[in-house]
């Protein structure tokens, strides 16, 4: 038996274990949450999708992208525009009759994939050539130059230019609104997404997201993932290896964008609109930025826990008008927390936890419940003995730097 | 039942989406009620005849039109008051929860729906967000009255004619279950051209300015409509659209006063209007023009933030003025939103100019809560269409049976630093009111294209 063989089975065994935990739970919860809640869950089922979509480009292979929002608002036109243009021009409604709606959303789905893919080949060939801070810029430079091709509806009078349509193609800052329709299969009829009983849509997200991030899983798990970290590590060493950096990072880019459009096929839906200033604005970029920093990029299911923790706060401040006016500067500090105080984000903070609950077993083994008691209290002093010395640490150098100042000043002739 | 992809006649339907026509939504209404409140009656433990009745509230609150948003909520606030001071509603207290637009407005009204427990709701304060929440404001069902929204397609329903919004990028994007209760863009321009034909002479040299979004264009194509329907003659020399919230509009005046206009027709609001008639005053604008029109620059925040800036003999207009009216009903909203928020930092204790809207909403939805009996929102629908409210302070105020669009008027004012206002600043005097039909709206509009949404 190989070396920690064991170890490893054990380990497999626990995370299907969890895996059909969560499914239960996931399965269960529309049933218990009401409409707002199931709404509210749907909706960050999608972000998990988006943010690990992301992740793959930043946390894996070393690549922060501030334009992301840009594969949600290409996809979310293209669904917008294949249920309210290409299905009925292809006859979906006679073809599919009481099941059009999900057929136009299966063709939507697909078509958004396939338009948000074909953005991330020629903007992610031209992005990966540079790195680090210029990447950044401009993947943000692509991205609102898309905002822009949206809200001035470029495509509009491009078409129009060519005798096609009357200028109106994105219908500018109000950008497309849609209903996807009501299903009607073998008699029993139901409003695609409704926001009044929102189970059909939850479910068919908890499937596309669920085999999305099975893939993604199955990509990081690869020696394709595995070339991508060793990318993100160190991009040179990995260029002596015989790796060809830029194609690699050009194809990670593509499967992200090609994932991201798949999240926003997804949302676009669920929003019953795609408007410039919500969808394609780098605000919008931030979010999956967000979530992946407050989850964890180092580890798969972080950017997911950041998703979860987003979500959920945004509801939280919601409730609290004061809190809701201020929000950014709420989520600032958090943000700030979390980038100061935590390893690996929400993700680092859990498998802290982990370990030290693996810890208080071992105490409680071998002492009982005053074991636990005396290692509780050892991580308490030592926690709040860390937090003065970060204090103290903090106003010696304030004061050590006021007081240079005047020393030099008192230093200078005349 | 029809099958699927035909209508009621049987004839085939090419679209796949599908809105709901009035009587398949007042069916639905109240099952999708019932299930918005069955879902929540697990948290909040029903809204039985014990409960208070709830109303939400969605506005901007923050940015750019923070003060616009927050003198509605206020007078949405104090009509509140004022209604639980007289008994309530069939003896129910009335508890009312404003929020933000933010960033997800359908996901708030959503949330005031199925976790506040609203029974009706009020806002909002952007035309596109409007537009955009229509789904979500149909499936959720309760009655929703729009107090501060000037697009005209939101309380248009003749989809023969201008096409569905929501299935085939046409203009008439008319709910179910929403109303308004302000004059909107197809009024105030109506407004506005009159004001011009009766005033100017053909051959008029006009400019244009306004915020660089669907707002700002539409009331420019409507104004321009209604001149041509009018059989105005004039010459546009200047089209300029600074982005919404520009800090600077220089440029924009410049170029205006490089075409040398008669008269400059502009249709910002809030902000806008402040810096766009702040930086005119700095460049001499209006030192070299006629008149200066504002589609709804007409508020005493505006004029209170410009005090001695803003200039006089300016034809702004509004929704409504404190105080234009002579009605009982309009001093007794003026004295009670004066006293409620006299002490109040934030306030200006002085109506906006959607103030009289937004009280009006508010005991329009008493009047057709205690007509229904209940706040079913079937029940409440049916009585706000073509209820007549005669105590609103615009004077007696009908909503629309068909198009759920208030009849209410529009004023325009001369802007004078002499009128009685409680503020440093300039207010309106030799105030005039206009109103127009659906039918004169239709002659007039016939050749544009445009929907009445009246």
Not at chain 1, 125 to 139: D, N, Q
Not at chain 1, 285 to 295: D, K, L
Not at chain 1, 381 to 390: I, M, P, Y
């Amino acid at each position: 038996m190989s070396y920690g063989f064991r170890d490893r089975l054990r380990r497999t065994d626990d995370r299907w274990r969890g895996g059909a935990v969560l499914a239960a739970v996931l399965v269960v919860a529309p049933f218990i949450l009401g409409g707002f809640q199931t709404s509210l869950l749907t909706e960050t089922l999608i972000f998990v999708l988006f943010a690990t979509a992301f992740n793959l480009l930043y946390g894996y292979t070393g690549l922060l992208s501030f334009g992301h929002a840009m594969f949600i608002a290409v996809s979310g036109y293209t669904v917008a525009k294949t249920v309210g243009v290409l299905a009925p021009l292809l006859g979906f409604g006679d073809i599919f009759g009481g099941v059009s709606p999900l057929a136009t959303w299966a063709l939507a789905i697909v078509m958004g994939v396939i338009v948000a893919t074909i953005v991330a080949v020629f903007i992610g060939f031209l992005s990966v050539r540079l790195t680090e801070i210029y990447f950044a810029l401009i993947t943000l430079a692509f991205s609102m130059a898309i905002f822009v091709v949206f809200l001035q509806d470029t495509i509009g009078a491009i078409l129009a230019g060519f005798g096609i349509g009357d200028g109106n193609w994105s219908n500018g800052s109000d950008g497309l609104s849609f209903i996807m329709g009501d299903v009607n299969l073998f008699g029993w009829e139901w409003r695609l997404v409704d926001i009044t009983n929102p189970l059909a849509y939850y479910f068919l997200a908890l499937i596309v997201v669920a085999v999305g991030m099975y893939l993604l899983w199955r990509i990081v798990r690869s020696p394709f993932g595995a070339t991508c970290q060793a990318i993100r590590e160190n991009p040179e060493r990995a260029e002596a290896l015989g790796i060809n950096v830029s194609f690699h990072q050009w194809m990670t880019f593509i499967l992200s964008g090609a994932f991201s459009g798949l999240a926003g096929a997804l949302l676009i839906p669920l929003a019953t609109n795609v408007n410039p200033e919500s969808h394609a604005h780098w605000t919008s970029s931030a979010e999956p930025v967000i979530m992946t920093v407050i989850g964890g990029p180092y580890s798969f299911l972080g950017p997911a826990l950041g998703a979860l923790t987003y979500e959920y706060l945004r509801w939280i401040i919601r409730q609290f008008p004061l809190l809701e006016e201020y929000w950014q500067f709420s989520f600032g500090i958090l943000l700030l927390i979390v980038v100061m105080y935590f390893d690996n984000g929400v993700a680092g903070g859990l498998f802290r936890l982990r370990d030290w609950l693996g810890e208080a077993r071992t105490h409680y083994r071998r002492d009982g419940v005053g074991g636990v008691v005396s290692f509780l209290r050892a991580t308490i002093v030592s926690l709040l003995r860390w937090a003065v010395n970060a204090v103290v640490g903090w106003v010696r150098a304030q004061v050590r730097r006021v007081v240079n100042v005047m020393r030099r000043e008192s230093d200078l002739p005349g | 039942m029809a099958p699927q992809g035909q209508d009621a006649s049987g004839e085939s339907r090419t679209g796949v989406t599908g809105s709901l026509d009035r009587r398949g939504f007042l069916a639905a209404a109240g099952a999708g009620g019932a299930t918005a409140l069955a879902g929540c009656g697990g948290i909040l433990g029903g809204n039985g005849e014990e409960e208070p009745i709830r109303i939400g509230g969605i506005y901007l609150l923050s940015g750019l039109a923070e003060q616009l948003g927050a003198g509605s909520a206020a007078a949405a606030e104090v009509a509140v008051d004022v209604i639980n001071e007289e008994g309530g509603i069939n003896g129910r207290d009335v508890e009312i929860e404003v929020r933000d637009h933010g960033d997800d407005p359908q996901g708030q009204i959503q949330s005031l729906v199925q976790e506040f427990g609203a029974d009706v709701m009020i806002g909002l304060t952007s035309s596109g967000v409007t537009l955009n929440s229509g789904p979500t404001i149909e499936s959720l069902g309760v009655p929703f009255t729009l107090t501060d929204i000037g697009t005209p397609y939101i309380t248009e329903h003749d989809t023969d004619t201008y096409g569905d919004y929501y299935e085939e990028d046409g203009l008439a994007a008319g709910l179910p279950n929403l109303f308004r209760s302000n004059s909107m863009t197809a009024h105030m321009t109506y407004g506005i051209a009159q004001y011009t034909v009766d005033n100017y002479s053909d051959g008029l040299r006009i400019a244009n300015a306004g915020p660089d979004y669907a707002y700002g264009q539409q009331c420019w194509e409507y104004y321009q409509a209604y001149l041509d329907g009018l059989g105005f003659d004039y010459e546009v020399v200047a089209s300029e659209f600074p982005s919404l919230g520009a800090s600077d509009m220089t440029p924009n005046i410049s170029n205006i006063m490089a075409n040398d206009p008669d008269v400059v027709f502009t249709s910002f609001w809030a902000n806008d209007t402040v810096t766009f008639t702040s930086q005119g005053v700095e460049q001499g604008l209006f030192e070299e023009i006629e008149d200066a029109f504002d589609t709804i620059g007409a508020d005493p925040v505006n004029f209170n933030t410009l005090g001695d800036t803003m200039p006089e003999g300016m034809h702004y207009s509004g929704w409504y003025w404190p105080g234009a009216y002579g009605t009982d009903a309009d001093q007794n909203f003026i004295d009670t939103y004066s006293s409620a928020y006299e002490d109040d930092d934030e306030i200006l204790a002085y109506p906006t100019f959607t103030g009289g809207s937004t009280w009006g909403a508010i005991h329009m939805y008493k009047q057709a809560i205690e007509a229904a009996g209940g706040t079913e929102p079937e029940g409440i629908i049916g009585e706000m269409e073509g209820l007549t409210f005669e105590d609103d302070p615009r004077g007696t105020i009908t909503l629309d049976e068909t198009s759920h669009q208030s009849d209410a008027s529009v004023i325009i004012g001369e802007s004078s630093h002499d009128a009685d206002v409680p503020y440093e600043g300039a207010g309106q005097v030799n105030i005039e009111e206009y109103t127009i039909d659906r039918q004169e709206a239709l002659d007039l509009l016939e050749e544009s294209g445009l929907p009445p949404g009246m």
